[in-house]
């Protein structure tokens, strides 16, 4: 696919080459560097995109070609790492799963992109990332089995393996606790993502740390904070269905049968 640089030169053009339309988009950029800004502020881009491009590619655009200052996480650019959670037209995204022409319903339109909430902006879209895994280790998202080391692998049927295949997907993107009005608010609160991770240990046939992790989140800041907004399933990239996760450890917790 051929593209041309001239596209950039209008304020907004739709242009075939080679069969693939190709048009500006402005970025809206939450900016904020610590060095030199007192407050955050926006600064709009102008790109080129294409029907294909996602939006960790014009990102990449503003950082190779306009301003080298931007400063993003990603790695993989395919889902699977969850460094590029954003808030993108005022909802948690991956950046490089978004569509750009999914953004635009019209010519001319915007694309909002700032950092998650409810955690420290470090840098432009960088947020400190500390208070969401220290969530995560605090629910001990690990087997934890007594007794002698086996012999032989610990077997479990296809079934008891069902009962947490959901939770299993987490990329730990945090996109689901920024969404999470209790944890703007409550920045103690445990959050969707470390209860998702605790449910994939809690309901493992083989694990036998389910009651220590059900105290845990029996606690003044754990499972009983959520308000069942669905943010956070809205939010979750990889479909998990996190707030069904968060009842069924509210249900454990109540009827402690796991
Ligand atoms: S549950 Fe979904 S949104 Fe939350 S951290 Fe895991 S992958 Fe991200
Ligand atoms: S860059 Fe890895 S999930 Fe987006």
């Not at 102008?46 to 960790?56: A, H, I, K, M």
């Not at 990449?60 to 301003?67: P, T």
């Not at 950092?115 to 990332?129: A, H, N």
């Not at 694990?207 to 979750?236: H, K, M, P, Y």
């Amino acid at each position: 696919m051929e593209i041309t640089r001239e596209a950039t030169d209008e304020e907004l053009v739709e242009k075939t080459v080679s069969g693939t339309v190709i048009r500006t988009v402005n970025l809206k950029i939450r900016r904020y560097n610590p060095e030199v800004d007192e407050e955050p502020h926006w600064e709009t881009y102008e790109v080129p995109v294409t029907p294909g491009d996602r939006l960790l590619n014009s990102l990449g655009h503003v950082k190779g070609y306009i301003d080298g200052t931007l400063t993003f996480r990603r790695s993989c650019a395919h889902g699977i790492c969850g460094s590029d959670a954003m808030r993108i037209n005022g909802v948690n995204r991956l950046a490089c799963k978004v569509l750009l022409k999914d953004l635009l319903t019209r010519d001319g339109e915007e694309v909002t992109i700032e950092p998650i909430k409810g955690l420290p902006v470090l840098k432009d879209l960088i947020v400190d990332m500390e208070p969401f895994f220290a969530a995560y280790r605090a629910v001990k998202p690990f087997l934890i089995a007594y007794g002698n080391e086996p012999t032989k692998e610990r077997l479990q049927s296809a079934e008891d393996r069902a009962r947490f295949d959901d939770t299993t997907k987490c990329i730990l993107c945090a996109a689901c606790t920024s969404s999470c009005p209790v944890f703007w608010n409550d920045g103690e609160y445990f959050g969707p993502a470390a209860i998702v991770n605790a449910h994939r240990f809690i309901f493992d046939s083989r694990d036998q740390g389910s009651e220590e992790r059900l105290e845990i989140l029996n606690d003044a800041e754990g499972v009983w904070r959520c308000r069942t907004t669905f943010n956070c399933t809205d939010a979750c990239p990889r479909g998990i269905e996190v707030t069904k996760a968060i009842q069924e450890v509210k249900r454990a917790l109540l009827f402690r049968r796991v």
